[in-house]
């Protein structure tokens, strides 16, 4: 569906759970998330429907999120479901890669063609340090699983933290040599009020290519990262820049929060919620949305924080 700005805005990014089994300091507080009642959230019947109104007006990109969409119970039934609904034409899914072992390979089955994994530190301390629960030795051997299984691409994110990884810029970008995956660097986005990163935090992604001066430009692939290639690597480096040279222009994206609320812009505050709707009013609701798309997400630097009045484990990322 192109925008009144002549965007063409195809790409649904549809979280299916605010709930996660690890803990990120950028992303969720320690005690985890204020449980909304399970009558306020989308039922499996509503995302699908959601996805088929979408579909009909012309979207054809989906990405499964959340939270963490593999502790969602029926995640494999709303993959193959989305999947199936006719027009969408690409499915995939952003995971912390932790529950991969178990659920690559059906995962796959279901018609998931792409999955991110993110992983912000190949050090197992600083890994348990930022995820406050989580494994490195997991999320590693959930990316092996992603690679064994089949998928068409998988892509590591990592998001850039001052002082906590910037020292690991090389030996991230050198999974592009030792695997078949693009490595993204995102710039930290000023979310989440209670986090334990501030301003000093944020690191601009011109600091990847200070650190890897071999690193040669390469085509965009129509996606909102710039991107590189290291000599002989088999992946691309992809920077990701929200705060130092934003992508709304081109943004293609609507979101779909796990509790029905439509986000024309990641930093815009809440936008309609589509809970309990049938099909010709949430295909109203979402043409709505697309045509309330801003121009872009408004100033945006790491002192000013977002407008989105959300975490970002609440909209999907
Ligand atoms: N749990 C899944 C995961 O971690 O991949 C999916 C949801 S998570 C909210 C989606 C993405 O948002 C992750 O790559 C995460 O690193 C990123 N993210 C979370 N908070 C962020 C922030 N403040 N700035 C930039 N990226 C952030
Ligand atoms: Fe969970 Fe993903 Fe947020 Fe980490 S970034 S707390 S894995 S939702």
Not at 42 to 57: C, G, K, N, P
Not at 70 to 96: D, M, P, Q, Y
Not at 278 to 292: N, P, Q, T
Request: a neutral charge; proline letters at 6%; glycine letters at 10%.
């Amino acid at each position: 569906m192109i925008d009144r700005l002549g965007r063409d805005v195809h790409y649904l990014r549809l979280s299916v759970t605010e709930r996660c089994n690890l803990r990120c300091r950028y992303c969720m507080p320690e005690a985890g998330i204020c449980k909304k009642r399970h009558d306020e959230m989308l039922t499996e019947d509503e995302m699908i429907r959601a996805v088929e109104a979408a579909a009909s007006l012309g979207f054809h990109k989906l990405r499964i999120t959340g939270g963490e969409p593999l502790v969602k119970k029926n995640i494999l039934s709303i993959c193959r479901r989305a999947a199936a609904v006719a027009g969408i034409r690409e499915v995939c899914l952003t995971t912390n890669g932790a529950l991969l072992p178990d659920f690559a390979r059906p995962l796959r089955e279901t018609g998931v063609r792409r999955l991110n994994l993110s992983l912000d530190t190949l050090d197992a301390d600083k890994y348990a340090y930022m995820t406050r629960r989580g494994s490195l030795s997991d999320a590693l051997r959930g990316l092996d699983a992603a690679l064994d299984a089949g998928f068409d691409r998988v892509k590591v994110n990592t998001v850039l933290i001052g002082g906590f990884n910037d020292g690991e810029i090389p030996a991230l970008a050198d999974l592009t040599r030792r695997f078949p995956v693009d490595v993204r660097f995102i710039e930290l986005m000023p979310m989440y009020d209670g986090g334990d990163f501030g301003p000093e935090a944020y690191v601009p992604c011109s600091r990847v290519l200070e650190l890897l001066p071999e690193a040669q430009p390469e085509p965009c692939d129509g996606g909102v990262a710039e991107l590189y290639r290291l000599p002989g690597a088999m992946g691309r480096v992809g920077l990701i820049r929200p705060l130092s040279a934003h992508f709304c222009g081109d943004c293609t994206r609507l979101r779909l929060t796990a509790d029905g609320h439509l986000r024309p812009c990641l930093h815009a505050p809440e936008g309609r919620s589509i809970k309990g709707l049938d099909f010709a009013a949430m295909r109203a609701a979402i043409e709505e949305a697309v045509l309330e798309k801003p121009a872009w997400h408004g100033v945006l630097t790491p002192e000013r924080r977002s407008r989105a009045g959300r975490n970002m484990n609440e909209i999907g990322g």
